[in-house]
């Protein structure tokens, strides 16, 4: 089975400009989730979508956005760019919230604002 | 929210000796409790998790040991190897898949294998 895939893998943006990740997540996957990764911070946790709804988010502003499609995929978008918005975004998959698999996340599109 | 820490931030440890590291959480709703390791520019890679009705679960080299009583778990990696050196991330959800604040998770351990 094929494992979540994100592209691009690599992102260079300047502030105010706004960017689109996309995410596939494995195969019969309807869970997508999206984390934030800094040196400073951590992971953290953005959103979760589940069958085309956006379930949970965690706390960011509102220029942090995004959508699941009918086949799962997912896409975030991050509006009016700042430098602090440079991170790793991982965006995780699992079958479901509340059986029994565990998220398994994909390699990350890293995104550099300058 | 669920808050969880991490200790060390930083271990170093000489190749064939155990490594422990140990996380604590702060919500007692939480059920779920993964170990992530992640190899420089590469993916988390999820290694071992426990849930709340289970106190231990070992695979081979490596354990985990939960005490929802005390709110902590920790991960043990025994007769270390070169290939164990990465940063490894302790989380906590209410179940698998995530919960209202996704996967919560601790700062890191950057573990260090001594040759």
């Known amino acids: 089975k094929a494992g979540v895939t994100q592209t691009p893998r690599y992102l260079i943006k300047t502030r105010g400009q706004q960017v689109t990740l996309s995410c596939s997540p494995i195969?019969?996957?309807?869970?997508v989730s999206w984390y934030q990764q800094t040196p400073g911070q951590g992971l953290q946790f953005l959103f979760e979508?589940?069958?085309?709804?956006?379930?949970n988010k965690g706390n960011f502003p509102g220029r942090f956005s995004g959508r699941q499609f009918s086949n799962s995929r997912s896409e975030m978008n991050v509006s009016t760019l700042e430098l602090g918005d440079s991170a790793l975004y991982l965006c995780?998959?699992?079958?479901?919230?509340?059986?029994?698999?565990?998220?398994?996340f994909g390699p990350g599109t890293r995104l550099t604002v300058l | 929210g669920e808050n969880v820490e991490q200790h060390p931030s930083t271990l170093s440890v000489q190749e064939g000796d155990s490594a422990v590291i140990k996380c604590t959480y702060s919500?007692?709703?939480?059920?779920?409790f993964p170990w992530y390791k992640q190899e420089l520019g590469k993916r988390p890679q999820l290694i071992i998790d426990?849930?709340?009705?289970?106190g231990e679960k070992k695979d081979q080299r490596i354990a985990v040991t939960l005490n929802k009583t005390a709110k902590h778990f920790s991960l043990h990696i025994t007769e270390t190897q070169p290939e164990d050196s990465a940063v490894y991330f302790c989380?906590?959800?209410?179940?698998?898949?995530?919960?209202?604040?996704?996967?919560?998770f601790g700062k890191g351990t950057h573990l260090i294998i001594q040759p």
């Open positions: 989380a906590a959800s209410l179940w698998p898949g995530g919960g209202a604040d996704g996967l919560t």
């Open positions: 195969s019969g996957h309807r869970s």
């Open positions: 426990i849930r709340s009705n289970v």
């Open positions: 919500d007692s709703a939480s059920n779920y």
């Open positions: 995780a998959s699992s079958h479901s919230r509340v059986e029994q698999d565990t998220q398994y």
């Open positions: 979508y589940f069958s085309e709804t956006q379930r």
